[in-house]
């Protein structure tokens, strides 16, 4: 039952068994939710054309400044967009029009890369993946194999300072990129920077000599070089000027968050108390004394938007949208009064993580978010989906409900938490129908009943994953992204020699030894593959099983596609392994030039398309069709 508050005290956990929430864990998180005064509160109507209105006679005013008189219901012809709401008996209210479903066009399928671009890394990187580096491989992955799409990590803002944040999925900013991404030559200005740019180049491409990627130095070398194009004059320039206008005061509070963590540490709670609020007449005269700096930060999400779009020019780059935010970070010091405070987010209990997690997470509170006029979720959707063919919602459950931990509990102690999920998915449609963009949920995990229904009537695309399906990949549903693994699961190498359990072993974890020893004969059987085959073997028998997925997208990542054995992620082993700065073992020059990535292109377009030119660009095998033994075999239990 879910109560006023959006709480929900009865849950069903991953077994599928019925759990109850303590009365604590209730109390605690009533205190954080907190409740509404209703006498004047007048929230946001997230409807669709045509249909009927809670008033009589009013004017609806277009966000291009027409107006629109209706009575009763919204005419069918009202443009799709963020309106205003005039009744003429009653509060104005913001009013957003939206198709109700995604952007997908009709019958096209795909392939392509996930990628973590921080570890594709090329001899001109400075010892990170940058958008260089994802343009070199759109080109080539466009042009020679014939993919559709590029998966990438998140690559939003972080602190400018140091340490830098290695987790892609731990971000100070959802609406603002992280300048660590940029390749430097290539920023306007720099051609004059002289001597000195060559110097620091010289040391960031010698980092690429270790396989560990050491951000913070990369950074300090990057740093100091766009520092030194902006002072010999790289900020004059009238495309930045126009673009800096039209971005508003959002960048401005941004690149003035970058100042302050720059000048005060990166968590604002620690910071003077004057500059913890952002609408602080401190804050305001901070950006005055510190305006060349102000506009340097801002000046680098501008280069961040020219190297994205370039990139993106190509192919569809498919952007991920984290779950939450740093709660030390910009986004959670620009929107306090929606985030929840004492509480953070992660999951319960289930086969894979039998003491829950807890991401430390703010949510927003679903009733402020409301109040807002869900501008935080609006701006947060808009911003990851710019510049790109497609986004990835993480834990895309978490628009339905999400899992609440208070401060101080065990993750087994949380409880979930309701949201307004109708009109957040609504908004997701209108920024997917307005940027052109396909959208993918991940709906890995637990997933209540009724969700995967409702995201595909929304034209969300699923996620299904060979680890975890049942099924023979033929029998899989067409609205989907279908793939091997992900960044938080073994690879396929890893899991077929045995590396990546005794990678969890050493990091003090209590692998699911069972679980994966019945991917492993599944992949055997299905594969017809015998015991002691090569890794490269191995990684092309999977892909080819996932070719047999009717899928709208087939992914594979560029880690199975070099037989790499450590995946990017190993949830829980933080400190004890390089988590998110693994860079591939080979540089993107070696890549191209690599037979397996040809292989798995080939058996990923003849899935979709029957044999085409990559099929004679491979080496080893030449036919891609699956062998007659090639079933996916069915399972009681499924490894999950």
């Given at each position: ?414 409880a979930y938490v309701r949201y307004p999920s109708e009109d957040l998915l609504d908004i997701v449609a209108l920024e997917s129908h307005r940027a052109k963009a396909l959208v ?76 994966t020893a019945a991917i492993r004969t599944r992949l055997t059987t299905a594969g017809a593959l015998e015991d002691d085959a090569s890794p490269d073997a191995v990684v092309v ?100």
């Amino acid at each position: 039952m879910t109560d006023e508050w959006g709480i929900d005290d009865l849950y069903e956990d991953a077994a599928g068994q019925e759990q109850c929430v303590g009365p604590e864990t209730v109390d605690a998180l009533r205190r954080c939710i907190g409740r509404p005064d209703t006498r004047d509160r007048t929230t946001a109507m997230v409807t669709h054309p045509g249909r009927p209105l809670p008033v009589g006679q009013a004017v609806v005013v277009l966000e291009d400044g027409g107006e629109l008189h209706v009575d009763k219901v919204l005419p069918h012809d009202v443009p799709l967009g963020y309106h205003r709401l005039r009744p003429d008996d009653g509060p104005e209210r913001a009013l957003i029009v939206s198709p109700g479903c995604c952007h997908l066009p009709e019958g096209w399928r795909a392939w392509g890369w996930a990628v973590q671009l921080y570890a594709a890394r090329s001899a001109a990187s400075w010892g990170i993946g940058d958008l260089a580096d994802l343009a070199r491989l759109a080109r080539w992955s466009a042009g020679e194999l014939g993919a559709g799409f590029v998966l990438v990590n998140p690559l939003h803002a972080v602190a400018p300072t140091f340490p830098q944040q290695p987790s892609p999925y731990f971000p100070s900013s959802r609406r603002f990129l992280n300048p660590l991404y940029l390749r430097v030559e290539d920023v306007p200005g720099a051609a004059g920077a002289g001597t000195d740019l060559e110097h620091l180049a010289a040391q960031g491409r010698a980092l690429n000599r270790e396989r560990r990627i050491d951000r913070d130095e990369a950074w300090r070398l990057k740093l100091a070089a766009l520092e030194q194009i902006w002072a010999n004059g790289g900020g004059v320039n009238v495309g930045f000027e126009r673009w800096l206008t039209s971005q508003g005061p959002t960048l401005e509070e941004f690149a003035t968050w970058c100042v302050l963590a720059e000048r005060f540490g990166a968590g604002w709670r620690d910071w003077p108390p004057p500059y913890r609020l952002p609408a602080d007449p401190a804050v305001r005269q901070f950006r005055a004394d510190h305006e060349d700096r102000v506009r340097f930060h801002g000046w680098l999400q501008w280069l961040m938007h020219l190297q994205l779009g370039a990139a993106s020019s190509t192919l569809a780059v498919i952007q991920d949208l984290p779950i939450g935010v740093d709660p030390e970070g910009s986004d959670a010091w620009a929107w306090q009064d929606v985030l929840a405070d004492g509480v953070s987010v992660g999951s319960p209990p289930d086969e894979f993580n039998g003491q829950g997690q807890d991401w430390g997470l703010p949510p927003f509170v679903p009733w402020k978010l409301a109040d807002a006029g869900y501008q935080p979720f609006i701006d947060t959707i808009r911003a990851t989906i710019a510049s790109a063919g497609g986004l990835r919602v993480d834990h895309v459950m978490g628009l339905f409900r999400l899992w609440w931990i208070p401060n101080g509990a065990s993750p087994r102690d949380g409880a979930y938490v309701r949201y307004p999920s109708e009109d957040l998915l609504d908004i997701v449609a209108l920024e997917s129908h307005r940027a052109k963009a396909l959208v993918v949920g991940e709906d890995l995990g637990t997933v209540e009943a009724g969700v995967r229904e409702t995201l595909a009537e929304r034209r969300i695309l699923s996620y299904r994953l060979l680890w975890f399906e049942e099924d023979d990949p033929a029998e899989w549903p067409e609205p989907a992204m279908a793939a091997v693994t992900t960044h938080d699961l073994p690879t396929v190498t890893g899991l077929w020699d045995g590396t990546d359990l005794e990678a969890q072993r050493r990091a003090g974890l209590e692998p699911n030894e069972q679980s994966t020893a019945a991917i492993r004969t599944r992949l055997t059987t299905a594969g017809a593959l015998e015991d002691d085959a090569s890794p490269d073997a191995v990684v092309v028998a999977a892909h080819r099983l996932l070719a047999r997925a009717p899928s709208v997208l087939l992914s594979a990542t560029l880690d199975d596609a070099l037989a790499e054995p450590q995946r990017p992620n190993i949830p829980g082993a933080e400190g004890q392994r390089p988590n998110w700065s693994l860079a591939l073992p080979a540089s993107m020059e070696a890549f191209v030039d690599h037979p397996l990535p040809r292989q798995i292109a080939a058996a990923l377009a003849h899935g979709l398309t029957g044999p085409t030119s990559a099929d004679s660009a491979s080496t080893g095998p030449t036919s891609t069709e699956p062998a007659a033994t090639e079933r996916w075999p069915r399972r009681s239990d499924p490894a999950r």
